[in-house]
């Protein structure tokens, strides 16, 4: 049962304008939201996060938002750069933090 | 500083055998949390363990057990091996109740199960 979803496998975005990921979650009780960014041949590294108190948060280029009555949030990246291609991960917990529901990812290709 | 540090890189193992990965954590950090990721899927918790204990588990068969010894570094063992375990089997460590924030990945092992 994926409790956390991310419906589009690649997106490709050309330099300077904005990247839109997208991510879906089913269980209510996740209280909060994190992003993670992953190279190849390393571990996904953390990007942005965001409680269930809010709904949106932002760290310089990047914003995520989060609609709550739709089980939905998403990431900005504005502008994009070539460096921001990896693979995006959504993942979500409730309060303890203690378990991480990750996404499939969506592979971001930044053209120059 | 060194971080979050996981041997071997890469394995081949046949089906029924028995294998164990390893992790080190970030300096400073005291809980491990262990994570599958097959191909083209997204990291799936497989268990966290902290003061040498299991803390939180997930949906993995008894075949999955851990160990994390008292300088914090942890073992990841799978027994009865299948072909569907091979993936990526990636480690986190953190702090207790830091916050998913502060939780550091490595690299990862790639298992490959013939």
């Known amino acids: 049962d994926q409790q956390v979803k991310q419906n589009s496998p690649s997106l490709s975005v050309q330099e300077g304008r904005i990247s839109i990921l997208n991510c879906d979650y089913t269980n209510s009780m996740f209280d909060y939201f994190l992003w993670y960014k992953k190279y190849p041949a390393e571990g996904p590294t953390f990007l942005i996060s965001?409680?269930?108190?809010?709904d949106k948060n932002e760290d310089g280029r990047f914003t995520v938002f989060l609609n709550k009555s739709a089980k939905h949030l998403s990431l900005h990246i504005v502008p994009s750069q070539p460096g921001d291609s990896a693979v995006y991960f959504c993942?979500?917990?409730?309060?303890?933090?203690?378990?991480?529901?990750f996404g499939t990812g969506t592979s971001l290709t930044v053209i120059p | 500083d060194a971080g979050v540090t996981q041997s071997p890189t890469h394995l081949i193992k046949t089906r029924g055998q028995q294998v164990t990965l390893r992790c080190s954590p970030k300096s400073g950090h005291d809980t491990v949390s262990w994570y599958q990721q097959a191909l083209g899927q997204g990291p799936q918790f497989i268990f966290q363990y902290y003061e040498e204990e299991e803390r939180q588990r997930g949906n993995f068969p008894d075949r999955f057990s851990g160990h994390q010894f008292p300088n914090y570094s942890s073992e990841l063992n799978v027994n009865a091996l299948l072909l569907g375990d091979s993936a990526l089997y990636l480690c986190a460590s953190s702090r207790l109740w830091t916050g998913a924030a502060e939780q550091y990945f490595g690299p990862g092992t790639r298992l490959t199960v013939t």
């Open positions: 993942a979500a917990s409730d309060l303890t933090g203690n378990q991480f529901y």
């Open positions: 965001i409680s269930s108190i809010k």
